[in-house]
């Protein structure tokens, strides 16, 4: 049996989603090793931001070559407006005033400077043998990673309505899906099933023999 990887679409602050998915993958791997990749936008919109920030910092920290956490487009937002005082009003615009309630403070200036520390060093991109794991996706045209980064955390026409083959299956979140279902193509697989939106958080499960999910665990958010 090959080894499991289990990618976990964007949380955007659902903590209590988030810690019932891991029991849930600890409970389907049955003492398998397992690699896990969240896909980025942990924070932003939802109730407890700080608390999904502190779990993921916490996995790694336990595990350090089995736990993967991407940069998605809302650490960027959130790094931005702590760097740039005019970068404030965006991310406040798409839910930074739930991340700084979380946190417990008023001004991005105030945020942690260890959680700012390790969003800034947090990787755009992550591949396997059969995967790239991204937060939004790739430009299509050009086989292999997209070397624009704005794209890997933003992009979503035309890599959302064209079926292109870039080599190894793209697994990513960013696009909500509000049937509450993973979004299933040839060459990639969109794991963003809002859970913010109050539908569910998904982990796609994925190994060496086939690139599509071989299956995906899902859990609601609690109202």
Not at 148 to 172: M, S
Not at 177 to 191: E, M
């Amino acid at each position: 049996m090959q080894d499991l990887t289990y990618a976990i679409g964007d949380i955007h602050g659902c903590a209590d989603a988030l810690t019932r998915l891991l029991v849930e993958i600890e409970r389907h791997r049955d003492g398998r090793a397992r690699r896990l990749v969240f896909l980025g936008d942990y924070v932003d919109r939802g109730p407890d931001s700080a608390d999904v920030v502190r779990i993921l910092r916490d996995l790694q920290a336990r595990e350090p070559d089995a736990v993967t956490c991407l940069m998605g487009n809302h650490e960027a937002l959130m790094l931005k407006a702590y760097r740039d005082a005019l970068g404030a009003t965006a991310w406040l615009e798409n839910g930074g005033d739930a991340t700084l309630a979380a946190f417990g403070v008023q001004d991005p200036e105030n945020l942690p400077h260890a959680v700012l520390d390790w969003m800034s060093a947090l990787p755009t991109v992550h591949a396997d043998e059969r995967h790239y794991y991204v937060h939004a996706g790739f430009r299509p045209g050009h086989p292999g990673i997209d070397p624009d980064v704005e794209n890997r955390l933003w992009i979503r026409k035309p890599f959302t309505t064209q079926d292109y083959d870039f080599g190894r299956h793209v697994v990513h979140g960013h696009t909500p899906q509000r049937s509450g279902k993973p979004d299933l193509r040839p060459f990639r697989t969109n794991l963003d099933t809002g859970c913010v939106y109050g539908l569910v958080l998904t982990a796609g499960i994925f190994d060496g023999e086939e690139d599509g999910p071989r299956a995906t665990l899902s859990v609601p958010m609690l109202a």
